[in-house]
């Protein structure tokens, strides 16, 4: 099963992020052959031994819940924070449950608090509003937080500030009035080492920064970022 998904992950690569820079080309003709072989294997294992589709499914769906809480931590905090208040606990019980309740649920707002305040960066080539709108869309409905830093890389000696950037942010900082939206200027190329050097600054993981789609025209791969996620086209 998890090599099948391999299959399916690269062929959707090929679609989604054609442009992206490899240092190994699979040919789609490899792909859908590997991806056939192994569904053989599969289907054949499966055969033989019918109860591995059980073990299977108890595993798939543990891992499921699991991974879907993680991406829906504020969603199960507030849930259980209307839950807790539904109950009435500090009205109907006494003051040493009353006084445990009202901590419980100011723990729960802390906590969400602490999600919200996690900033995300955006690494921007330029001043491209359409693409940092797409990247907001993305984190609002993917991610936990509602403080997105937009970070360009700047060498004074071979470049210019994007003349309209700064103006782009604060636009978009109004228009998303939930939003904290910053923008930061880094001097220096872009590359792996800044990079490295931008997260250990701000004390933000890379796996914690987005970018869009790059060009052909990118020296590094993806991959020598070490985690930053491409998430627009």
Not at 45 to 56: G, L, M
Not at 147 to 153: A, D
């Amino acid at each position: 099963g998890l090599m099948i998904t391999f299959c399916i992950g690269n062929l959707m690569l090929k679609t989604k992020r054609g442009k992206l820079k490899r240092d190994v080309h699979a040919p789609v003709w490899s792909v859908l052959l590997g991806m056939a072989l192994v569904s053989l294997g599969l289907l054949s294992t499966i055969t033989k031994e019918p109860s591995v589709v059980r073990v299977f499914g108890i595993y798939y769906t543990c891992s499921l819940l699991i991974t879907a809480v993680m991406f829906s931590r504020k969603q199960v905090l507030k849930m259980i924070y209307r839950m807790v208040l539904g109950m009435g606990i500090s009205e109907k019980f006494s003051n040493c449950c009353r006084s445990t309740t009202e901590s419980f649920l100011s723990s729960l707002e802390e906590e969400a608090s602490l999600l919200n305040a996690r900033p995300l960066i955006f690494l921007t080539k330029g001043c491209a509003s359409h693409v940092m709108n797409k990247a907001i869309i993305y984190i609002s409905e993917n991610e936990d937080t509602q403080y997105i830093k937009f970070v360009h890389f700047l060498n004074p000696e071979k470049q210019d500030l994007p003349p309209k950037i700064e103006s782009a942010v604060r636009f978009l900082d109004r228009v998303y009035p939930k939003f904290k939206i910053d923008l930061v200027i880094v001097e220096g190329e872009f590359s792996p080492a800044n990079v490295r050097f931008l997260s250990q600054l701000l004390d933000i993981p890379r796996n914690r920064m987005f970018m869009a789609c790059p060009s052909k025209e990118l020296r590094q791969t993806v991959a020598s970022l070490g985690g930053v996620r491409v998430i627009t086209h």
